[in-house]
């Protein structure tokens, strides 16, 4: 039986997402089990079997969720949403013993309350189940056994069953966040747009909880994404649970093996707070891989962490001056506010205020081009003059969503004897201001 599916994933990452699942259907299945769809803004369709939807859950590194399309119809307004919710046979997929939730989405849909829209969903639902199964779930907004996501434009109503339950960007194995963690699958979809494979040196200067290493690491010892957590599909009566062993089996086999042909990673990370390294060491621990080197330094004082050419990979602060601990951004001793209240928990000290340190990001530029040639460095920020500030031009900037926040990806080419330069008070080119890469 097949199944139309759409994967939504963080905005900017469609044709990434296009691209892994593309590897993931040659790869991991057998021919015709999936077949990849249009991309559209903020995921992408796919066909597939039983196997093709439970392989995207389990080796997807950059979709949020996989949701299992039910039905698609146009409609005028609530009651139609309630209708439509109605019609369709839930007690197929769940018993009344599971526990619900519903949500909604929408793009310039005419309806005036999506709070409204959604209970008529949840209505649907409920009423179909009493109808049929004598009994209707209960609603459980936190930990659901099943959730039903609505997707309403200007015209067309979608009802999707979630497969996955937690969000995929949930590996299992990350306890220990920082201040700004980044999402995991924002982090894998980055390392695909860098071009990184394994193999080639990558290193995070600024390394926080170690989500960028983390995720490059699992790429490098092939171990799929949802190895260790559990997906919403195996709540659902249809699922096909024989397939699903063997996907795993198969995905325990690939760690194995690469797990047993040990090779150095050539995945490093250094980050100014031992605080924030010692959580990167606890998730490395857990996500079952050890050999990340890490370093407390601060960044302007990075040197390459092995020879050759490689990819820097960094989201710097930004919206806070940094003061490194103990140092003021020219070396000197200095203690910060929190250190002389004795409370510094992340190394560095934020002072809310939309100027990033200049002097700071000068000086991460200076190394950069004295010491990092050949490498290809990408910085994550939503701070459009960043180039300016560390006095690079970049070679590319594409446009990503970190949550709601807008970023670009910024790449600086390094190299030797052609490094592109700009100096720091030159004014915004008018490409900086464009929202088009
Ligand atoms: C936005 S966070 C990075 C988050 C990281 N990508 C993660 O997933 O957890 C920025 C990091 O920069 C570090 N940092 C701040 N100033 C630094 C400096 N001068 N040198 C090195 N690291 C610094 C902070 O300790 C923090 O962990």
Same mark, same amino acid.
């Given at each position: 039986m097949s199944f139309d599916f759409f994967a939504p994933c963080p905005r900017g990452l469609e044709a990434a997402l296009v691209s892994e699942l593309i590897e993931t259907a040659k790869n991991r299945l057998p021919p015709g089990a999936m077949s990849v769809g249009a991309e559209v803004p903020g995921g992408v369709h796919f066909r597939g079997n039983w196997a093709g939807g439970m392989a995207a859950n389990l080796h997807s590194r950059i979709a949020s969720r996989v949701l299992l399309k039910i039905a698609q119809r146009p409609y005028r307004d609530e009651h139609d949403i309630y209708e439509l919710a109605r019609e369709q046979r839930w007690d197929q997929w769940f018993t009344a013993n599971e526990t619900l939730r519903v949500d909604i989405t929408a793009i310039k849909s005419p309806l005036r309350s999506l709070e409204f829209a959604t209970l008529r969903v949840k209505d649907g639902i409920c009423d179909r189940m009493r109808d049929k199964a004598g009994a209707r779930p209960s609603i459980d907004t936190t930990y659901p056994d099943v959730r039903v996501f609505a997707f309403l434009t200007a015209t067309d109503c979608t009802l999707y069953l979630d497969?996955? /339950?937690?969000?995929?960007?949930?590996?299992?194995? $990350? %306890?220990d966040k920082g201040a700004a963690p980044l999402r995991e699958n924002l982090a894998a979809g980055i390392l695909r747009l860098t071009g990184w494979t394994a193999g080639t040196p990558l290193y995070d200067p600024m390394c926080g909880s170690g989500t960028f290493l983390a995720e490059a690491a699992q790429v490098a010892l092939d171990i799929?994404? /949802?190895?260790d957590r559990s997906f919403?599909?195996? $709540? %659902?009566?249809?699922?096909e649970m024989a397939a699903w062993r063997h996907l795993k089996s198969e995905a325990n086999t690939a760690r194995n093996t690469a797990q047993s042909g040990k090779r150095d990673l050539l995945i490093f990370g250094s980050d100014i707070s031992d605080v924030m390294l010692d959580k990167a060491r606890a998730n490395f621990k857990r996500a079952g891989f050890g050999n990340v080197p890490l370093k407390q330094l601060d960044a302007r004082n990075m040197t390459p962490p092995a020879s050759g050419a490689g990819v820097l990979v960094v989201n710097p602060p930004y919206g806070e001056r940094i003061e490194v601990r103990g140092r003021n951004a020219r070396g000197e001793a200095r203690p910060t506010a929190r250190e002389m209240r004795g409370d510094?928990?992340?190394?560095f000290r934020r002072i809310?205020?939309?100027?990033?340190?200049p002097e700071f990001f000068h000086a991460l530029g200076d190394a950069l081009k004295q010491r990092f040639t050949d490498w290809r460095a990408f910085f994550l920020t939503s701070d459009r003059k960043l180039p300016g500030q560390l006095r690079l031009r970049e070679a590319a900037k594409t446009p990503l969503y970190n949550g709601a926040l807008e970023c670009r990806l910024f790449r600086f080419d390094l190299i030797a004897g052609s490094v592109r330069q700009r100096p720091a008070s030159k004014p915004a080119a008018p490409e900086d201001q464009d929202d088009a890469q």
């Open positions: 497969t996955s /339950g937690e969000p995929l960007f949930k590996r299992g194995w $990350r %306890l799929a994404p /949802g190895l919403g599909f195996e $709540r %659902l009566k249809q699922a510094d928990d992340d190394g809310q205020d939309d100027t990033p340190d």
